[in-house]
């Protein structure tokens, strides 16, 4: 029996109203900590952002949600706070360049050494954009090639022939590899490292790689089993126990990321439409404010990825999440739906799905508490990160965004609504008869 989504907000008309619907979230599942001071002006604007650290912890406090969890925790304890705190940490562009086809060759042949490096550059330019073009255009740079942390794994990797396309890595047209950056690292060393493109950007009809839609064939797992030597598809008896196991068990499309010693992967994000989403994060540890919020979860990002050592210019963080921002939803997998399509919106309707994919963005700004939802609560439970509830993703394009829920267990749209599916939780549309799943794997196709 369908069992449709428990309502926690009315759904918003407008942006005024998604922060009000939103902040009931927040006192729901906690807010941040104090409120911001009164009267302070947290609108968009990237001056502020990079310039007022009032404004930065004010939008930290107006937005992020679960103060129980360590994530909150680390970020309210460390950031926009004058004279302590990550405010000390020293500020990085380090010159960089996008890794090409040409130095891994070098590189499986060689060493380091042999790669040239007398065109790196850093990310920043030498004056700050003065409009959204600019500042979006700045952000793709930030995204390509600006180095998340230095890694000896990724020198490993691209010494070793065949491993970055076994993982999963992309090319470019140009011959460049897509989210690996060649860099010098503070002591004037040559380093290779990951950049966000890695998992988060893929080739879509958009032509050039973009965040429309993540990586998915990006296997975490096999690059970690490559460099310690395992053959990534040939699992040997007796790994259970030893460290290489949650390696073979991770699979493309997903990454632990919540650092809780327990094996909860999510599944990557795709961030196209990413302005229409009410809340940043599966686990919703973010209410969406603007692109200062977004900014501000990037900049926090660059810093703990590289182990709170260095931050990144806050005019990079905010093109990053200009660049992010700026992108549509993936457009429909079928472009001439059929007759089977209307009426598989009849029974998208009539099933109840509107009520928390609702359109035009098919998504709202309701939360889903895991008991109601079903799927595996692991890392809705997590200390790291969990706030009891996730997040309704949006279903534009979701012909193309397979695999599916927050752990990207399930495989195809046949699979999600097949009553014979393995993977427990949202039963959502299970009970319907077979002609009506084509129906609404039809429209869903169409959307």
């Not at 990310?123 to 700050?128: A, G, L, N, Q, S």
């Not at 709170?308 to 963080?317: F, H, K, V, Y």
């Not at 195809?412 to 319907?432: C, I, V, Y």
């Amino acid at each position: 029996m369908h069992r449709p989504c428990r309502p926690l907000m009315t759904r918003r008309p407008a942006h005024d109203g998604l922060m009000a619907a939103c902040l009931v979230v927040a006192a729901l599942l906690g807010c941040g900590c104090e409120d911001p001071p009164p009267g302070l002006d947290l609108s968009d604007d990237p001056t502020r952002y990079i310039e007022q650290i009032e404004y930065r912890r004010g939008v930290l406090q107006r937005d992020l949600i679960g103060r129980e969890t360590t994530y909150a925790q680390k970020r309210l304890e460390l950031y926009g706070l004058a004279d302590e705190g990550w405010e000390l940490l020293p500020e990085r562009d380090r010159p960089s360049r996008r890794l090409s086809v040409e130095d891994t060759d070098r590189l499986q042949e060689g060493s380091l050494d042999d790669i040239d490096v007398s065109d790196l550059r850093p990310v920043m330019p030498e004056t700050v954009p003065d409009d959204g073009e600019e500042w979006i255009a700045l952000g793709r740079e930030v995204v390509a090639r600006y180095p998340l942390r230095s890694d000896p794994m990724y020198t490993v990797l691209a010494s070793m022939p065949g491993a970055l396309e076994r993982a999963g890595f992309l090319t470019r047209p140009d011959g460049t590899w897509v989210g690996l950056a060649v860099f010098q690292d503070e002591d004037g060393s040559t380093r290779i490292g990951p950049t966000c493109a890695q998992c988060h950007c893929s080739p879509t009809e958009y032509g050039q790689p973009s965040p429309v839609v993540a990586n998915k064939g990006m296997d975490l797992g096999a690059a970690n089993l490559l460099v310690l030597g395992y053959d990534p598809d040939e699992r040997p008896e007796g790994i259970e126990g030893r460290p290489a196991e949650v390696h073979y068990d991770l699979g493309p499309g997903r990454a632990d990321v919540l650092a809780d010693g327990v094996f909860n992967p999510l599944a990557f994000p795709d961030l196209g439409g990413l302005a229409d989403m009410p809340y940043l994060q599966q686990n919703a540890n973010w209410i969406h404010g603007g692109l200062a919020t977004l900014a501000i979860r990037c900049e926090t990002l660059f810093t703990t990825s590289n182990l709170d050592r260095t931050r990144i210019p806050r005019a990079l963080s905010w093109a990053a999440a200009s660049f992010y921002r700026s992108w549509n939803a993936p457009t429909p997998l079928d472009a001439n739906p059929g007759p089977d399509a209307a009426e598989g919106e009849a029974v998208f309707e009539d099933a109840g799905c509107a009520e928390c994919h609702t359109p035009p963005t098919y998504t709202s700004d309701r939360l889903v508490s895991l008991e109601e939802v079903g799927t595996d609560p692991a890392a809705g439970t997590s200390p790291a990160r969990g706030t009891g509830y996730y997040r309704i993703p949006s279903l534009r394009g979701v012909g193309r965004t397979a695999p599916y829920l927050h752990h990207g267990a399930v495989r195809t749209l046949e699979e999600m609504l097949s009553p014979e599916r393995e993977e427990p939780g949202h039963e959502f549309g299970m009970d319907l008869s077979e002609e009506e799943r084509s129906q609404l794997i039809a429209f869903l196709r169409s959307i």
